[in-house]
């Protein structure tokens, strides 16, 4: 059925593909409607958005589709595919001749939509329609069609979702292990066991023998195990223990559980709506002219990016390339729990969060590493070079993935002794002392955390490195050099060297995360997990050198750290009111201001010069930080357009910093 643009009513369309070899079998348009009442972006003109199913169809047969883990255990149709659908969410120009072929895809965050706020400076919504929501419209002015598509069947309810099918031993069910993993933060009588409220793995047994509940103190410790009768299952998706769950401690319960999904075809799916919309011709397309694909995730979903690359699914059914670049943001190291029997997707590995998953497992480089404990050899972008598709990569990092991801190890061997640098189609760029996530402005301390939330925005510079990726991709202009800590010039070190200042109230060194070499069972390298797994030797972990303000030494510095009026860390402590004060408050980042003055840096012993010591006014402040900013346009760090804003932030934070009761 041929597609027309039909105002902002609610439609119901049908886009059958024609094509036997096309793995979307059809995409449905529930919702159809002009953005902002047509107005027109740049040369592109006017956008619609595109709302509905996809829905695809997969032959277990195909040797492209055999390492999707227990695909060919799910219910067929009557050609032998394995049927399944996803939401998708489109904007893309009225007139595709128009768009600049590019298809921006965004990897949602646990089913979220991060990619208007990022590129665009948009409000955060999750079905943007008001010119708040839509933001400055920089991609459609430049003719981007933007992507998303659900990719977890276990994200709450109300967000981006797929519908996975369900494995079975000839209709018969399958049971396995699951393992809830938790530290509580608050007395609440019950704890989930699944993540970030997550759907969780159904309960095959209440009473089984196999459902067993431990605590320690720390993840090396030897777990504990709590006496059955002392605790219980409320429905499926939580527990109880008698007496209540201690503040600050790691519970693990691992249980018998019922009706794995079929999860890595959250993979495929992304490979085959992708690549259906760079290829197919007909009436089917709603976006003919796709020349490039870029796929864009940030943290969870730059880890499924990394491991979309690393098991082979950047080549499509016809032996094609799927994205032209990656840009994996803030993913670190790992890669996760994307493609195997009871998968949990929103599992990751942080120093003291989720503990143990299949998230951090070697190979971690994109070039060519060994294990020399195991003798194993491998490599990231592996698969992708062998079949001749690799695409462009671009790893960006703040401070917290050296912390909290294993950072590190993306760019040093695993014993943590010397660089490996990345390959020429490989960049990677470390914004120096920026948190995972960013903290509000004015600095607040959130709820749980020891210290002010780090509130440096690095949006700036993703803005700048997409036009870099796509220049490289399109044009072949090589990208800025990578940006990172080295171990060669002292930058990357183990945090007890990393020349910590001394700030009134704070631990150091910091802790980072220790990640084990995981045995997940005899049957892992069939998708099979078993629960819990044994724990080997570390791979060692560094993180960058900090100088005498307690900021990163290498990496992109922006005007906030060049010129600054405090200590920005990727790492924040746990309050002591939720225990385990010596650990990290998950991928928080932190904020220590310095003293306004001589007196009252000398009175509380802070080693770094305060306010009045650095900056002579105002004035001076601002003309400093603007000197770094021009100074990163010239370094294609930041685009023109944008080269007030982090100045603005400066601003902002100096402002906030000299009042006499900030808090």
């Avoid at 929501?133 to 109300?158: F, H, R, S």
């Avoid at 459902?211 to 998706?237: C, E, L, Y």
Wanted: aromatic share 10%; no cysteine.
């Amino acid at each position: 059925m041929i597609l027309r643009l039909l105002g902002t009513g609610v439609v119901l369309v049908s886009l059958l593909v024609t094509s036997a070899e096309a793995r979307v079998v059809r995409l449905r348009i529930d919702h159809r409607e002009a953005v902002l009442n047509g107005k027109s972006f740049g040369s592109a003109g006017a956008y619609e958005k595109l709302v509905g199913k996809a829905e695809f169809a997969l032959n277990p047969a195909l040797a492209i589709n055999k390492n999707i883990v227990d695909l060919d255990k799910a219910p067929r149709n009557a050609r032998g595919e394995v049927e399944f659908t996803a939401d998708f969410y489109m904007f893309k120009p009225v007139d595709a001749a128009k768009g600049n072929g590019r298809l921006f895809e965004e990897i949602g965050n646990r089913g979220t939509k991060a990619m208007l706020g990022y590129f665009q400076k948009a409000k955060p919504s999750r079905d943007p329609q008001t010119a708040e929501e839509i933001g400055d419209g920089a991609l459609m002015n430049q003719g981007y069609t933007l992507l998303w598509l659900g990719w977890q069947w276990d994200v709450p309810q109300g967000l981006m979702r797929m519908d996975m099918p369900i494995a079975t031993d000839h209709g018969k069910k399958i049971t396995g292990l699951v393992r809830g993993n938790f530290i509580p933060n608050d007395h609440s009588p019950t704890q989930p066991l699944a993540d970030r409220n997550h759907l969780a793995y159904a309960v095959d047994d209440p009473n089984s023998a196999d459902n067993v509940m431990t605590v320690r103190d720390r993840s090396a410790d030897k777990p504990q195990t709590i006496p059955r009768a002392k605790w219980h299952f409320v429905g499926d998706s939580s527990v109880a223990l008698d007496g209540g769950f201690e503040l600050g401690r790691i519970y693990d319960v691992v249980y018998r559980s019922r009706d794995p999904r079929v999860t890595g075809t959250g993979l495929a799916g992304t490979r085959d709506l992708v690549s259906f919309l760079k290829h197919d011709s007909t009436d089917a397309n709603p976006m003919h002219g796709i020349k490039y694909a870029y796929g864009w995730g940030i943290s969870q979903s730059g880890r499924y990016l990394r491991h979309f690359l690393y098991e082979g699914f950047n080549e499509d059914e016809q032996g094609g390339k799927v994205f032209d670049g990656v840009f994996d943001e803030v993913g670190g190291a790992g890669r996760g729990s994307f493609n195997h029997r009871f998968a949990q997707a929103s599992r990751d590995a942080e120093e003291f969060f989720n503990v143990f998953y299949p998230a951090d497992m070697f190979p971690f480089t994109d070039g060519v590493e060994t294990d020399p404990e195991t003798g194993k050899t491998g490599s990231l972008m592996g698969p992708a070079e062998a079949r001749h598709v690799r695409p462009k990569i671009f790893h960006v990092f703040s401070n917290s993935e050296y912390f909290n991801r294993a950072g590190s190890l993306i760019h040093t061997d695993v014993n943590g002794t010397r660089d490996i640098e990345p390959p020429a189609d490989s960049r990677i760029y470390f914004v120096s002392s920026g948190p995972h996530a960013f903290g509000p402005m004015p600095p607040v301390k959130a709820e749980g955390a020891a210290a002010l939330n780090n509130p440096v925005q690095r949006n700036p510079i993703i803005r700048a490195l997409l036009k870099d990726l796509d220049q490289w991709v399109v044009d072949g202009t090589p990208p800025p050099p990578n940006r990172i800590p080295h171990i060669a010039d002292g930058t990357l070190v183990p945090t007890e060297k990393a020349g910590w200042p001394t700030v009134p109230g704070v631990h150091f060194p910091v802790p980072y995360l220790k990640t084990y070499r995981l045995d997940f069972g005899p049957q892992w390298s069939k998708g099979i997990v078993s629960e819990p797994p044994k724990v080997g030797k570390i791979y060692v972990g560094l993180v960058p050198a900090v100088d005498q303000n307690g900021n990163s030494r290498a990496g992109i510095r922006l005007p906030v750290i060049e010129v600054p009026i405090g200590t920005y860390g990727g790492w924040n402590f746990r309050d002591p009111a939720i225990g385990s004060p010596d650990q990290l408050f998950g991928e928080m980042g932190s904020f220590h201001p310095f003293a306004r003055t001589k007196a009252e840096r000398v009175a509380s012993g802070d080693s770094r010069l305060s306010i009045e010591e650095r900056y002579a006014s105002r004035q001076d402040y601002l003309a400093k930080a603007d000197v770094v900013a021009k100074q990163m346009v010239q370094e294609r760090f930041l685009l023109p357009e944008d080269e007030q804003e982090p100045v603005q932030q400066a601003a902002a934070l100096y402002d906030w910093a000299i009042q006499p009761n900030r808090k």
